[in-house]
């Protein structure tokens, strides 16, 4: 334990030293993507098949029960011949309902590949934006906080979410009402307050 210890320690230091190293920001991927409308489309779209594949395989296992409960219901009347018929019926239904459950949705399933189909086209365009403001605030270093990378505490100065909807050409309206001042300080996106950097619709929660 105490090993385990001392490797999280480490491990904690070297990610510091390397952040402090280099010039680094975040970004809330989902909040990015909730002001795209075409990703919206894309996920309702998505989302449609799931329910219905969903819905089926749902049946599937729905048959099946009828045929157990059935089977169990008739039992003592069928013969031995009859018993081993009906017990193949109900094994080949069940392993046709497991199989078109690993077809959609298992590793690399048919929701895997219409998701690839229509979602990454339009998240290909974030990263697109995204290397673009990295390369313009000159970053070594985006993290996304709305991903498993869990950040137990993050400095609005050093959110540039704002900077990837601009390029995104995205919030335009908000952009006018909240307009984000020169970036000249080296080290951060901005000089002024962190308040100034909160996008205009997004509030802010003091934790618990």
Not at 126 to 153: M, N, P, T
């Amino acid at each position: 334990m105490k090993t385990r210890g001392l490797l999280l320690i480490l491990q904690f230091v070297l990610v510091t030293y390397s952040l402090s190293a280099q010039k680094w920001g975040y970004m809330d991927m989902e909040y990015v993507t909730s002001k795209m409308p075409e990703y919206q489309k894309a996920q309702t779209e998505l989302d449609k098949f799931s329910e219905r594949w969903a819905k089926e395989i749902q049946d599937k296992y729905t048959e099946i029960d009828r045929l157990q409960r059935l089977y169990q219901a008739e039992e003592v009347l069928l013969t031995d011949e009859m018993k081993r018929k009906r017990q193949q019926e109900i094994a080949d239904k069940e392993r046709e309902a497991k199989d078109y459950n690993n077809k959609i949705f298992g590793f690399e399933g048919m929701l895997f590949q219409k998701k690839k189909e229509i979602i990454k086209p339009i998240t290909d365009q974030v990263y697109k934006a995204v290397e673009r403001v990295c390369r313009q605030r000159r970053l070594d270093i985006l993290l996304d906080k709305s991903s498993d990378f869990v950040i137990i505490y993050s400095n609005p100065v050093h959110d540039y979410t704002d900077y990837v909807i601009e390029e995104l050409g995205l919030g335009t309206e908000e952009k006018e009402k909240n307009t984000k001042p020169a970036t000249n300080s080296v080290n951060t996106p901005t000089t002024n307050t962190p308040a100034t950097n909160t996008p205009a619709n997004k509030v802010t929660k003091p934790k618990q």
